[in-house]
């Protein structure tokens, strides 16, 4: 199973993007899905998970501007960025747990390659 991201690039403050990430390969199940995102000389930060039952959360940070959505049956999860800002200058990972196999006992991590995102002007 691999994570593919893709959608970062660069935007003007107030502009919108949109981050994919999918999984490949065969799955039984996708538990938890989440994006996190990291700045030069930050910690990474969890900006937004869902869980496979449709609970969806989203920090304070991006809170009414950042939307995170997901389709189990496409083994993908998107995460929409509206009024980006500066800050939100970063590189985003998504991040998927896993239950590969059914003879595991626990699901796996999974992290994607991240995806650069830059806000200026």
């Known amino acids: 199973v691999q994570l593919q991201a893709s959608g970062g690039g660069s935007a003007q403050p107030g502009g919108s993007l949109r981050l994919s990430c999918a999984a490949s390969g065969s799955v039984v199940s996708i538990n938890a899905m989440s994006w996190f995102r990291q700045s030069p000389g930050q910690e990474r930060e969890l900006i937004a998970d869902s869980t496979r039952y449709g609970v969806l959360r989203v920090a304070d940070s991006v809170r009414g501007r950042f939307t995170i959505s997901r389709d189990n049956a496409k083994k993908t999860q998107w995460l929409q960025m509206n009024d980006l800002k500066p800050e939100d200058t970063a590189v985003y990972y998504c991040?998927?747990?896993?239950?590969?196999?059914?003879?595991?006992?626990?699901?796996?991590?999974?992290w994607g390659k991240g995806t650069l995102v830059t806000v200026s002007s």
């Open positions: 991040y998927m747990n896993i239950w590969v196999d059914p003879s595991d006992s626990i699901a796996q991590h999974f």
